[in-house]
């Protein structure tokens, strides 16, 4: 039974008892600002200072009073909110919003198309999807330019006016003194044989270690933490990670996984055996700042490699900026502060300032496939309120000449500041500070071979983070969690409204922390 109530607990019961040995299991009643209230033992509320900030959603604080305004002002003109297959003007002002924003960030002017969804996976998985059209139609259109580039041939071939030349039949076993249509018909059949195997070929996704995209069918193959991926390995496409700052792997997987049709070429007369490239890479997906992996901001150099690489073998690049986006780091898109350009964006959480649930995937014109529309839906996309909910959203981060952007880097700042006090004075405890802007990390030292038997015990139990998150929220009435992949990373994304005092108040559980660990009083950590 759920202490609150007396309904038999169905909903993820075992996820409350995990969350529980860690005391996180506490029930919030009211948000505001920067603040969640805690339920407490007489009812009473607690005012707890929330570092999660939604996983990242709540950029803008908890029931920003504009929004929350705009949402009462929608609902009570009684604005249709479902009202599908219908002009959608919300919808393209959004895009269009969106769009100049974009265009100002990246000094560029090229169209990005908005296909809207509900959740980040879901943006995801239509930019997978979106890919994968893309790359079957390019496929198509190889596919009959390599059967044209072989007609051609044959035909010529067959009218005498142009002859195998002895590479060709060499590579194909036609014997030198074979006569041509039997020569002919072994060439024709060797390269059936070649292209079939590569025309059948599944997409392969490039992807960070560390990274993380979604949980869904295909999103979750691109999610490199294994307990997320592995059991659900059958249900979509592959990806092959790649470890950051090392191009070098990225040319070594191309070696191993690139793919090309055979094909005839006519020249003087001679008819050669050529190679296309054939497109096996559907896309790479990148985060700016990776998040659930551990806060890792992705470099200004490797980026620069990745863009050049996927330039180079044409994948198309996208850019999930999710967690990063939406103003967190400074910007609307993270990655413009590194100089990376996406084929395709998604950006969700903040979006929905907090209150509705929307996403988008963007894709640039010089890549967009308008046949997807027509594939690709959702009953509760493109909704009308959501749409307007996220014009809110921007129109606050552009407000008073974009200052949203600047405190989210003043604000960043200062709790870096904090955090890297607090890594000075326990560096025995402290691993890295790490991230940008609103988005960051702190990451403690592995406990696993810890004198106290249960520091070691906790740190083997794969909830590392959570206990350290549980004495904060206890002590504090701090809240924060671990990245999702990387538990021994403390996670910090307030909203914009995050305080000094609130800075100080975490700063001061953090060296409780340290000081906790320091004297290894493992029992601190566990719920009294
Ligand atoms: N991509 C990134 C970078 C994320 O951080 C997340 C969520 N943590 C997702 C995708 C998935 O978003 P959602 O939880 O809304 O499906």
Avoid: W
């Avoid at 850019?319 to 993270?334: F, K, N, P, W, Y």
């Avoid at 909704?383 to 606050?396: G, N, Y």
């Avoid at 552009?398 to 955090?419: F, K, S, V």
Wanted: charged share 25%.
């Amino acid at each position: 039974k759920n202490s609150a109530s007396d309904a038999p607990e169905l909903a993820e019961p075992y996820l409350r008892a995990v969350l529980d040995t860690a005391g996180l299991a506490v029930e919030y009643v009211r948000a505001e600002g920067n603040t969640l209230f805690q339920r407490g033992e007489d009812g009473g509320e607690i005012p707890v200072a929330d570092f999660a900030g939604g996983y990242g959603s709540v950029l803008l604080g908890h029931n920003h009073p504009a929004i929350v305004a705009r949402a009462r002002e929608l609902l009570a003109a009684g604005s249709p909110v479902h009202a599908q297959f219908s002009r959608h003007p919300y919808a393209n002002e959004l895009a269009a919003e969106l769009n100049r924003i974009i265009h100002r960030e990246l000094g560029d002017q090229e169209p990005y198309f908005a296909i809207f969804a509900n959740t980040g996976a879901e943006a995801v998985e239509a930019a997978i999807k979106h890919a994968e059209l893309d790359r079957g139609m390019r496929v198509a259109a190889l596919g009959a330019r390599v059967a044209e580039e072989i007609g051609a041939a044959r035909a010529a071939v067959a009218e005498g006016t142009a002859a195998l030349s002895a590479r060709t039949r060499a590579r194909f076993g036609a014997a030198a003194g074979e006569g041509r249509p039997a020569a002919l018909e072994a060439v024709l059949a060797g390269l059936e044989r070649a292209n079939a195997g590569q025309l059948e070929r599944p997409p392969l996704f490039l992807a960070l270690e560390r990274g993380f995209h979604g949980k869904l069918g295909t999103s979750v193959q691109l999610t490199h933490n294994e307990h997320y991926r592995t059991p659900f390995k059958s249900l979509g496409a592959q990806a092959r990670f790649v470890p950051h700052g090392r191009p070098d792997v990225l040319k070594e997987v191309y070696a191993q996984e690139r793919g090309v049709l055979l094909s005839l070429e006519l020249t003087d007369g001679q008819v050669e055996v050529v190679e296309r490239e054939f497109p096996v890479f559907c896309a790479f997906l990148v985060e700016p700042v990776q998040g659930e992996g551990g806060i890792h901001v992705l470099g200004a150099e490797f980026a620069q490699e990745i863009q050049r690489f996927c330039a180079e073998i044409d994948c198309p690049v996208v850019v999930d900026e999710i967690q990063s986006g939406m103003g967190r780091t400074g910007a609307l898109l993270s990655s413009s502060q590194v100089g990376l350009r996406g084929d395709y964006y998604t950006l969700a959480k903040a979006l929905g300032g907090g209150i509705a649930k929307t996403s988008v995937m963007l894709v640039r014109e010089a890549r967009y496939r308008r046949e997807f529309e027509i594939v690709h839906s959702s009953t509760f996309a493109k909704d009308s309120f959501s749409c307007e909910i996220a014009r809110t959203v921007l129109a606050l981060l552009e407000a008073d000449g974009q200052a949203a952007y600047r405190r989210a880097t003043e604000r960043g700042r200062a709790l870096r500041a904090e955090l890297e006090s607090v890594q000075a004075e326990f560096p025995d405890q402290v691993l890295a500070v790490r991230g940008r802007g609103l988005m960051l990390g702190m990451e403690f030292r592995d406990q696993s071979q810890a004198d106290s038997e249960i520091l070691r015990e906790l740190a083997t139990s794969g909830l590392f983070g959570y206990f350290l998150a549980g004495l904060l929220l206890r002590e504090y009435r701090v809240r924060t969690f671990p990245t999702a992949s990387a538990v021994n990373t403390l996670r910090f994304e307030p909203s914009l409204q995050l305080a000094d005092d609130e800075i100080a108040l975490l700063g001061a559980g953090l060296r409780e922390l340290c000081r906790v660990l320091r004297a290894q009083d493992g029992a601190r950590l566990t719920v009294p």
